[in-house]
């Protein structure tokens, strides 16, 4: 048994926990969930301790026979692409338990119910972003859907059930065109080589053009939905402004990168030729997708909605440095993902806390800040600055090496997309001003800062945004060889730079 498959049933056992301990006993329940997820933290970081650095196949590979009469089978592996996501989603999981120690008191059912969908969605993370069996991937990308409708709509606020509504049908419709992809997939390959839904397998069928189009889109449609790309994002705000910071920290910090991941993992690996075809084309959805965000983040007035506006923004820089088709851009692209996930959770934590103090999540109320509750104003700063990606915080790499990359192959896009790091410096500067500086807003001035349990939460989050800043290495070195390896298999060189004249 890999460590991959025990990552994923550690969680599944922590559920069973869950539902034999006492009913009376809520914070035994919330302690026993958390040590769950800091298990499978461990875990992951033993993965990565023995992870070999430099090689770019998949490591600790396990398969099994799930449904021979088709060739589906229970097969996982990582590469450092993958690692660094599975990474990123242990890391997180035990950090929003703690932050959102008390979010399940309003829900629908009880605590219990609330852990246990959050650990059930911990395993089926991590098997998403292992999963080398396309069928796997697909069973495991429709599942999470699930546990995330009821967090959404059982635990969420204001209109939730319309917002756990409007995620479902979006996401199921992405759902229903990759099946259709799968399939037509899957049956190219049964004329070619035999009944197999193994993605390195599949990326060697001959496909003719029209058809390899419509399977690229199938898959990719399904992805900038679940990302989300302009101009299929319109789900995400209204989940955004309903869900809990913690369901909001999991969905737009790892579940969104389900989609970003699987244009890697599968549209260009299994369909180069398309995704060479419609580069142009999702090269300018991704400019739209940065500067559209971007605009709307900055006249948004609650503040989640400018989170969830500026996370359309960022996802247009993570597609644009995926579709570069250069290894830099990719690499980029894919620790962009990380550093993404780390800031918007101290965003949306940061805010939770803000908002449940002021009773409002309107940006204008929270008016001085810094001087009612400095430390939270000055986390809730240093988690903007990581938006807008400022030099010496993670997320400047990552959008240094995203704008590198696709300069090298696309120099007007990179220029274009460059203007969003001009709005951001906006939104971000703006909110920051309005909710932290200025005269103390009517109704701050009793509020009280963080207490212990959340800054242990935070601490973790903006530590990280911090050492990724200004040592990001141990991250790239993982990540590159990966990249490269995709880029390769696809036949995509980098371009060489010219010689001076």
């Known amino acids: 048994m890999s460590l991959v498959t025990i990552l994923e049933i550690v969680p599944l056992l922590g559920v069973l926990g869950v539902f034999i301990l006492p009913k009376t006993s809520t914070t035994v329940v919330k302690q026993f969930a958390v040590a769950v997820s800091v298990i499978d933290l461990v875990i992951s970081i033993l993965m990565a301790l023995r992870f ?31 690692l660094v996501l599975i990474l990123m989603t242990t890391v997180l999981v035990p950090i929003v338990l703690v932050a959102g120690w008390n979010e399940s008191e309003n829900g629908r059912w009880s605590a219990r119910v609330y852990y246990a969908l959050i650990l059930v969605l911990e395993t089926m993370m991590v098997g998403v972003f292992a999963a080398t069996d396309v069928f796997l991937f697909y069973v495991i990308f429709e599942a999470m859907l699930i546990p995330v409708y009821f967090l959404i709509g059982g635990y969420g606020r204001g209109e939730r059930a319309q917002a756990a509504m409007k995620f479902l049908l979006y996401s199921l419709l992405g759902g229903l065109l990759m099946l259709a992809a ?90 180069p030729h398309a995704a060479h075809t419609f580069t142009p084309a999702i090269i300018v959805l991704s400019l739209i997708s940065i500067l559209y965000g971007a605009f709307l983040a900055i006249g948004q007035r609650d503040i989640n909605g400018l989170i969830a506006f500026t996370s359309i923004s960022h996802f247009g820089f993570i597609t644009l440095g995926i579709f570069a088709m250069t290894s830099q851009g990719l690499t980029g692209a894919s620790l962009y993902m990380v550093n993404h996930g780390f800031s918007t959770a101290a965003l949306f934590l940061v805010a939770g806390w803000m ?118 290495k141990p991250i790239t070195d993982v990540l590159n060889p990966a990249s490269h390896q995709v880029m390769t298999h696809a036949g995509f060189v980098d371009p060489q730079p010219k010689a001076g004249k």
């Open 52 to 82: 070999h650095r430099g090689a770019s196949g998949m490591q600790f590979v396990e398969s099994r026979n799930w449904i021979s009469t088709f060739g589906i089978k229970y097969a996982v592996g990582v590469d450092g692409i993958a």
């Open 182 to 271: 799968v399939i037509g997939t899957y049956v190219i390959a049964t004329n070619q080589i035999g009944s197999t839904f193994d993605v390195t397998a599949l990326s060697g069928l001959h496909i003719d053009s029209a058809t390899e189009n419509m399977l690229f889109l199938g898959f990719f449609v399904a992805f900038a939905i679940k990302a989300p790309l302009w101009p299929l994002h319109t789900w995400l705000p209204t989940a955004a402004k309903s869900a809990t910071p913690a369901t909001s920290v999991l969905l737009l910090g790892v579940l969104d990168k389900v989609g970003t991941y699987g244009m890697i993992r599968f549209c260009i690996t299994l369909f």
């Open 355 to 472: 908002s449940s103090r002021r009773g409002s999540t309107q940006i204008e109320d929270f008016g001085g800040l810094q001087r009612v509750t400095p430390v939270m104003a000055w986390t809730f700063f240093l988690a903007g600055m990581s938006a807008l990606a400022l030099p010496g915080l993670s997320s400047f790499v990552s959008e240094f090496l995203v704008l590198v990359g696709t300069f090298t192959r696309y120099p007007i896009a990179a220029i274009i997309g460059t203007t969003g790091i001009v709005l951001a410096a906006l939104y971000v500067l703006l909110t920051v001003q309005r909710s932290l500086h200025g005269p103390t807003a009517p109704g701050n001035e009793s509020l009280v800062d963080l207490n212990l349990r959340e800054k242990v939460a935070i601490a973790p989050v903006i530590a990280i945004l911090i050492f990724f800043g200004f040592f990001p």
